[in-house]
């Protein structure tokens, strides 16, 4: 735990890098509302934004970046997506594309997901912390779950002070409402949730855009039908025996139960924030054709083992198709 949380000003930037490098999380404003920052290619520090929200679920974040150059490493642009980020970044606009083949983002930010949501902020505080940490920065809104989205460095004080390291202090945020957040994953442009962008203005560089929830008009890609990330391979949850080919997701500090073909551990020590961290690359790790199924063992419904039981129970609910 962190008992104080810093309130910086611009000054101590690179201070505030510093602290996202190590994996540290510090607020910072954004011309929407402050955001809850922290590497987004360290798998534990996107695991602490979910503890310190207190979200009881894993959702996709968006990961924010200081240029258009740095968003290219991170997801595949196509000619639509070069096209709206060129007209509306920096601005409160996050592209939905598929991950690059090498993205360095961590799976959990992107909630076990193939696609990223992306956005370079127009706050010049943003830009500039996110140049000095030269890394990417996955960062929902800096509220506890549940609550209203911060403007003022004061609102993030009052909100997650004493669980995250600093905050910086921007002053009041002009927007005070979220990003659009745009899908161009597919064939068809889709608004997921309206923002600080209007369909209308989409609609000029982009001809039709679909609203969420609205019928397709067209197929989406293979792949990329999943709202939510599940192994293909069936889940058993509370595991503590092993059946005929199954591996195991093992947790805990006892040894794991013997006879699966191969195990891998969320958390050899019982720590709830490793595990989170751990999870979608080590479902990832298990979904191949030679394994029968994944078992896991018990994990305890308190913390972040909240959204990660949430996570498992919905990956093993019948599939529809
Ligand atoms: P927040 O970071 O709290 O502002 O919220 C992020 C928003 O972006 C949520 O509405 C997410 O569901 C959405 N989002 C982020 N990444 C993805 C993705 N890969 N696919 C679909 N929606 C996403
Ligand atoms: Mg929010």
């Not at 607020?27 to 996107?46: I, K, M, Q, S, W």
């Not at 004061?154 to 997650?160: K, P, Q, R």
């Not at 509370?238 to 080919?245: H, I, Q, V």
């Not at 969320?266 to 191949?288: Q, Y």
């Amino acid at each position: 735990m962190i008992p104080v949380t810093a309130l910086w000003s611009a000054d101590r930037i690179e201070d505030a890098a510093k602290v996202l490098r190590s994996g540290e999380l510090v607020a910072f404003p954004t011309e929407t509302v402050y955001g809850l920052g922290g590497d987004a290619t360290n798998d534990l520090a996107v695991a602490r934004i979910f503890e310190a929200k207190g979200r009881p679920r894993f959702n996709p974040l968006i990961t924010h970046v200081p240029d258009l150059t740095a968003a290219r490493d991170l997801a595949v642009f196509d000619a639509r997506a070069e096209r709206v980020a060129r007209e509306f970044w920096p601005g409160p606009l996050s592209l939905v594309l598929p991950r690059a083949p090498n993205s360095p983002v961590s799976l959990l930010a992107s909630a076990g997901l193939d696609t990223l949501a992306i956005r370079m902020p127009a706050h010049p505080l943003a830009l500039a912390l996110l140049r000095a940490t030269g890394r990417p920065l996955a960062a929902p809104s800096a509220n506890r779950s549940g609550r209203l989205s911060p403007t003022s460095a004061g609102d993030v004080m009052a909100e997650l002070g004493g669980r995250i390291a600093a905050v910086l202090d921007g002053g009041r945020s002009a927007v005070g409402i979220e990003s659009t957040v745009l899908d161009l994953s597919g064939a068809e442009p889709r608004v997921l949730r309206p923002g600080g962008v209007a369909t209308e203005a989409l609609e000029k560089l982009l001809g039709h855009v679909a609203a969420a929830g609205a019928p397709s008009e067209a197929p989406r890609s293979p792949g990329m039908l999943a709202s939510h990330y599940a192994p293909e391979r069936p889940l058993r949850l509370e595991a503590r025996d092993a059946r005929p080919g199954e591996a195991l997701l093992a947790f805990g500090l006892g040894p794991a139960p013997k006879g699966f073909r191969e195990v891998r551990w969320l958390s050899r020590s019982g720590d709830l924030m490793e595990a989170a961290a751990n999870l979608f690359a080590a479902l990832r790790a298990l979904d191949r054709p030679e394994v029968a199924g994944i078992a896991v063992m018990p994990i305890p419904e308190r913390g972040l083992g909240v959204a990660i039981n949430d996570r498992l129970r919905r990956a093993a609910a019948p599939r529809l198709s």
